[in-house]
């Protein structure tokens, strides 16, 4: 669905790089999360992919088309919600959505259904200009499935909403994946990217430096523990202990054997500390 290969991005049209070098592929029905510090170069790669951004430097193509030679058709089959919710604060939520329905020339979504996905079935008269910041991003968001898009560009997508409405949303981005839309997340929130994404991609300083399934980078990275917390002459005790030692593993089952647990964890690496373990950067 996205083939990106050798892709430099400046804003100055210089050596200046926000981007560069970045090559990866997004199979079709894929979540592919961009996790990044702020800065990173996350916008910047997904500004050229979504046809925001010209391509300067680099093969790139989306959803089948060049984008050396981007066609209007190509915006038929992408939704985008971006960091800036550049919603028209003059229009009522539903006229914004009316507005933006006629842009395509594909079967659209009622703005009265989209509306009601995102909690703001009861502001569908409110004009946008009196939305709060997490409204207008729920207008924004709303908006960007109503061509019933093949491929779905998220930046942020739960940054800034409560947590009721950020459950809302990720099972919204779930049931539209489960139908086979490819999604291209961008955030620094790695539980977000933990829980949705099949594939995450670390950039640093416009590289990027690692590509895996969350499984697979906490498998490598994580440490083969297991913390047990057991019931011995009355009092609680905790101890971990490896998976991989022979030792430790006999111990185990000693434990098990002889006394009552209480909990078992095996320890799992957080993506961000795996984050910070191979970029020695924070994720922030
Ligand atoms: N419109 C612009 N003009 C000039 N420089 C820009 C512009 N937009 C971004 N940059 C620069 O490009 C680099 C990458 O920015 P980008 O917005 O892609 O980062 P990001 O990873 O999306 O960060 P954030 O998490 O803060 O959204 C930064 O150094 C930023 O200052
Ligand atoms: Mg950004």
Redesign the pocket.
Known sequence: MIKVKGLYHS?SNDQNY?VKNVSFDIAKGEIFGFL?????????TQGVLAGLLQLQKGQVQVAGYDMNHIQRKMFNKIGMSF?QSNVYSKMTAKENLEFYRKLFDVPTQEPAKLLKMVGLDNKENVKAGEFSKGMKHRLTFARSMINNPELWFLDEPTTGLDPAIASEIKNIIRELNEKGVTIFL?T?NMHIADELCDRVGFIVD?ELVLIDSPKNLKLQYGEKLVDVEYIKEDKTVKQSFSTVDYNDRVLLQEVIGNYPIQTMHTKEATLEEIFIKVTGRELV
């Open positions: 804003y926000a990044g510090p702020s800065g990173a170069g996350k916008s910047t960091e961008t620094h416009g």
